[in-house]
């Protein structure tokens, strides 16, 4: 079982940040070097992306490898690991009905992984860029 109790688990899980993530701020931070100006967790159709790039309808997602199901084989979940892998199954089914809903709206999203992020910064900001240069024409 849980070696603590529940509020303490309740204080835990409570500062598990959802926005302003260390990916998050080194894409924005990318982002606007490069000229890039943008809005953080604007609300979109039933969706709050984590970059909005409003003036191009360009929807930019920050996902974690975990959470949102990249490499589960990489972790091993020793604890409640039914509850777990459930609920990075939901995140996994959400991020797509996120995306369909957007591009059905006109809008184009990107999704890059926090290892991606990490490793690829460059890449990412290319493919940000190529793709305002995509909206413009």
């Keep these: ?24 701020v080194i894409l924005r931070k990318a982002l606007w070097h490069k000229g890039i100006r943008y809005r953080k967790n ?5 969706c709050k992306p984590d970059i909005v790039l409003t003036k191009y309808k360009i929807a930019i997602f920050c996902d974690g490898d ?3 199901g990249k490499t589960t084989e990489k972790y091993t979940v020793k604890t409640h690991a039914n509850y777990w892998n459930e609920k990075i199954k939901r995140n996994i089914e959400r991020d797509l009905e996120n995306t369909i809903e957007l591009r059905d709206n006109g809008w184009t999203v990107l999704r890059f992984w ?11 900001v290319e493919t940000v860029y190529s793709s305002i240069i995509k909206r413009k024409t």
Excluded: G, Y
Excluded at 1 to 17: G, L, P
């Design 1 to 24: 079982m849980d070696c603590m109790t529940s509020e303490q688990r309740s204080k835990n899980m409570k500062a598990i940040k959802s926005h302003d993530t260390k990916i998050e």
């Design 42 to 46: 604007f609300k979109v159709c039933s």
């Design 66 to 68: 975990f959470w949102h």
């Design 114 to 124: 926090e290892s991606d992020i990490k490793k690829n910064l460059d890449m990412c």
